[in-house]
Every structure is written in structure tokens, then in C-alpha cells.
Nanobody, 126 residues
């Protein structure tokens, strides 16, 4: 069973940066395709980024390119989402997700992910 725990959320001002982390505390390895999503108040959950097992293949939703960066450190069993120049409208609960073991290929589709964290809240306000 894969358990995912996000951290790093908080209150920031517009233009600030945050780095979110996602770990699997139950295992020493996280050899899965990972994804980041967010859900803003009153909106549906949206895809942000996906990252292959070895970290070499990455995809982003178009609106994030150049501001958000996904990465992973498999030695630390952690996946990161570096978010720069945050906007007020990006206040949301941010989730990491994992595809099941053995599945390759990044994906933008929620239904492709089998495991989800509880989310970490990001508030962007002046």
C-alpha cells in the first residue's frame, strides 16, 4: 500500500515562492510515476505536472511552464514541486498522486493515478 504525505504549504504573498514535498513514509522507495494536482475553492481538481520514475520525463500544464518545476530525489523518497511567482488565484489545496507500480509514462489524467495524498493547503494573499 502506498501512502503519500504532502508538506510545505502555507501562507505566502503574491510573487513569493514555495516548495512542496511529497513522501511515502511507509516505504523506502517511491519508484512510481508521480503527479501534482490542485483544487481551488469552488473549482475542480486540475492537473499541474507529472514526473517519470527516473525523473527524466516531465510534463506540465501550459499555464505553469517556466514558473513551476517538478523534481524527485529517489534516495530521499521524495518528490518536489517548486512554485515561483505565485498568484492569488493559485491558492488551493495541492495534492500529489502516484500511478501504480509498474506503470510507465507520465499522465495528465486523474483517473490514471491510484494513490493520493491528503493535500497541503497553499494560501496566496497580500
Amino acid at each position: 500500500q502506498v501512502q503519500l504525505v504532502e508538506s510545505g504549504g502555507g501562507l505566502v504573498q503574491p510573487g513569493d515562492s514555495l516548495r512542496l514535498s511529497c513522501t511515502n513514509p511507509r516505504r523506502t522507495q517511491l519508484p512510481y510515476v508521480m503527479g501534482w494536482f490542485r483544487r481551488a475553492p469552488g473549482k475542480e481538481r486540475e492537473f499541474l505536472s507529472s514526473l517519470s520514475q527516473n525523473g527524466r520525463s516531465k510534463i506540465y500544464t501550459d499555464s505553469l511552464k517556466g514558473r513551476f518545476t517538478v523534481s524527485r530525489d529517489n534516495r530521499k523518497n521524495t518528490v518536489y514541486l517548486q512554485m515561483n511567482n505565485l498568484k492569488a488565484e493559485e491558492a488551493a489545496v495541492y495534492y500529489c498522486a502516484a500511478r501504480r507500480k509498474g506503470v510507465v509514462g507520465t499522465s495528465q489524467a486523474e483517473y490514471d493515478y491510484d494513490y493520493w495524498g491528503q493535500g497541503t493547503k497553499v494560501t496566496v494573499s497580500s
